[in-house]
C-alpha cells in the first residue's frame, strides 16, 4: 500500500474515532438532560454520527484499510466527548451545551485538518466537506442555544 494510501487511511481513522466520540456524547447529553426539545436534538446527531462513521468506513475500505473500531491509540486521541458523562450527569443544561461546543469545536478541527491533508483526494473529500458543514451547523445550532441560556 502507498505511504500516501496509508496516511489517508490514517486521516480517515481519526475522523472515524473523532465522529463515534460525538455519537456517544450526543447520547449522553440526550439521556442526561430534560429539555425534550434537546433530547431530541442530540439524539438527531448522534445519528448524524452513525451515519458519518459509516460514511467514512466505506472510504477506508475502498482504500484498503482497516476501519478504525474506536479502539487502540485513534480511538483514545479525541476523547473530548468522553467527558461529556461526568460534566452532565447533573442536568444541567449550560454545563451539557457548553461541553457539547468543545465537543464539536475539537471536531471541526479535525475535519478541517482533513480538508487541507493532500493525501485526502477524489470522491472522500467531498464526503468530508458534507460532514463539516453538518458539524457546523450542529456547533451553530447549540451555540445560539447556550447564548440564549446566559441571556
Not at 1 to 14: T, V
Request: aromatic share 6%; net charge negative.
Amino acid at each position: 500500500m502507498p505511504d500516501i494510501n496509508q496516511k489517508a487511511i490514517e486521516r480517515l481513522n481519526h475522523l472515524i474515532a473523532i465522529a463515534n466520540d460525538g455519537k456517544y456524547g450526543y447520547e449522553n447529553a440526550a439521556q442526561d438532560i430534560n429539555d425534550v426539545t434537546l433530547q431530541q436534538m442530540f439524539r438527531q446527531y448522534s445519528l448524524e454520527r452513525v451515519r458519518y462513521v459509516e460514511e467514512l468506513k466505506r472510504e477506508v475500505s475502498k482504500s484498503g484499510g482497516s476501519p478504525d473500531k474506536g479502539g487502540g491509540p485513534l480511538g483514545a486521541l479525541h476523547r473530548t466527548w468522553m467527558d461529556i458523562k461526568s460534566t452532565i450527569t447533573s442536568g444541567d443544561r449550560e454545563a451539557i451545551l457548553k461541553t457539547c461546543i468543545t465537543g464539536e469545536e475539537a471536531a471541526i478541527k479535525a475535519y478541517t485538518e482533513a480538508m487541507e491533508d493532500e493525501n485526502i483526494t477524489g470522491n472522500t473529500k467531498p464526503i468530508i466537506s458534507h460532514q463539516l458543514s453538518g458539524i457546523q451547523f450542529a456547533l451553530n445550532s447549540i451555540r445560539s442555544l447556550a447564548a440564549t441560556a446566559t441571556a
